[in-house]
């Protein structure tokens, strides 16, 4: 998604990040630099979803695929670069449904799910915004009162 959105800025889908560049660093100025849409109510939803993860994705060829080197191999795991990376949507389903390696479990709680990803991110920043911002899209909660507990499910 990050590569997305990386890719559509550089490519000039948008003027706002050389907008943004040129305010900063050129002009230097203070106020808020003119960006296009300038109001957050005239931002269109299909645009956006148009614009970064259509018309720019790895699977189209018109954004970089992320991978591993070839000389990482899956049995190196202390050398995995994906370790400084935020956990992709596919990786946080997979430890909310249980088939994550790490998950010990087929329920969890949205508590564990970012105490689990803090501990393998190391505590990378952004993480739990992330996690949070997929298990509001992708997720809904199943209460259950004998255990006081708000459970995870993935919604399918």
Same mark, same amino acid.
């Given at each position: 998604? *990050?590569?997305?959105? !990386?890719? !559509? @800025? #550089?490519?000039?889908? /948008?003027?706002? @990040? *050389?907008?943004? %560049?040129?305010?900063?660093?050129?002009?230097?100025?203070?106020?808020? &630099?003119?960006?296009? &849409?300038?109001?957050? *109510?005239?931002?269109?939803?299909?645009?956006?979803?148009? /614009?970064? @993860?259509?018309?720019?994705? &790895?699977?189209?060829?018109?954004?970089?695929?992320?991978?591993? &080197?070839?000389?990482? /191999?899956?049995?190196?795991?202390?050398?995995?670069?994906?370790?400084?990376?935020?956990? /992709?949507?596919?990786?946080?389903?997979?430890? %909310?449904?249980?088939? =994550?390696?790490?998950?010990? !479990?087929? *329920?969890?709680?949205?508590?564990?799910?970012?105490?689990? @990803?803090?501990?393998?991110?190391?505590? $990378?920043?952004? %993480?739990?915004? $992330?996690?949070?911002?997929? %298990?509001?899209?992708? #997720?809904?909660?199943?209460?259950? $009162? =004998?255990?006081?507990?708000?459970?995870?499910?993935?919604? =399918?």
């Amino acid at each position: 998604m *990050e590569m997305n959105i !990386a890719t !559509a @800025f #550089c490519s000039g889908a /948008t003027p706002d @990040f *050389e907008t943004g %560049v040129r305010a900063v660093l050129v002009d230097k100025i203070k106020e808020r &630099p003119n960006w296009t &849409p300038s109001r957050l *109510e005239d931002v269109n939803d299909s645009e956006i979803l148009k /614009t970064f @993860f259509s018309t720019y994705t &790895p699977e189209a060829g018109t954004a970089p695929k992320l991978a591993p &080197p070839d000389y990482l /191999t899956s049995a190196d795991k202390l050398m995995d670069p994906m370790r400084f990376a935020l956990p /992709t949507e596919a990786e946080i389903r997979s430890m %909310v449904d249980g088939s =994550h390696k790490s998950s010990g !479990a087929t *329920e969890i709680t949205l508590d564990e799910l970012l105490a689990k @990803f803090d501990i393998l991110r190391n505590g $990378k920043i952004g %993480v739990r915004e $992330k996690i949070l911002e997929v %298990v509001e899209r992708k #997720c809904i909660f199943e209460e259950d $009162k =004998h255990m006081d507990k708000k459970w995870l499910k993935w919604k =399918h």
